[in-house]
């Protein structure tokens, strides 16, 4: 079973910035498309970010202009680079594969663990 690992979450003052990263556990892979959620304490989760095999991008009208998704294939790695952080971003993030292709393998649905941003002064 492929598996999504997050990383680069952390403590960040407001205004601050994060980089995230999501990273397939093998090498070889191919996404369909990867999407960042983040929860909040109480809250529901919420779609932060979409990008697409073909490099196509969408974002929650929460952080546009503040985060950008991009990829790097040669690194089977997704990344999320956040900035202008306020403490409504406060939330851990998880980023999940609706396909994720390995030679001859597909699987569908991977979710990471999750890593947790926190912004406070």
């Known amino acids: 079973q492929v598996q999504l690992v997050e990383s680069g979450g952390g403590l960040v003052q407001p205004g601050g910035s994060l980089r995230l990263s999501c990273a397939a556990s093998e090498s070889g892979v191919r996404f369909n498309a990867v999407r960042w959620y983040r929860q909040a304490p109480g809250k529901q989760r919420e779609l932060v970010a979409h990008i697409t095999m073909y490099g196509d991008t969408s974002y929650a009208d929460s952080v546009k202009g503040r985060f950008t998704i991009s990829s790097d294939n040669a690194k089977y790695t997704v990344y999320l680079q956040m900035n202008s952080l306020n403490a409504e971003d406060t939330a851990v993030y998880f980023c999940?594969?609706?396909?994720?292709?390995?030679?001859?393998?597909?699987?569908?649905?991977?979710w990471g663990q999750g890593t947790q941003v926190t912004v406070s002064s």
């Open positions: 999940n594969a609706d396909r994720i292709y390995v030679n001859y393998r597909v699987f569908t649905d991977v």
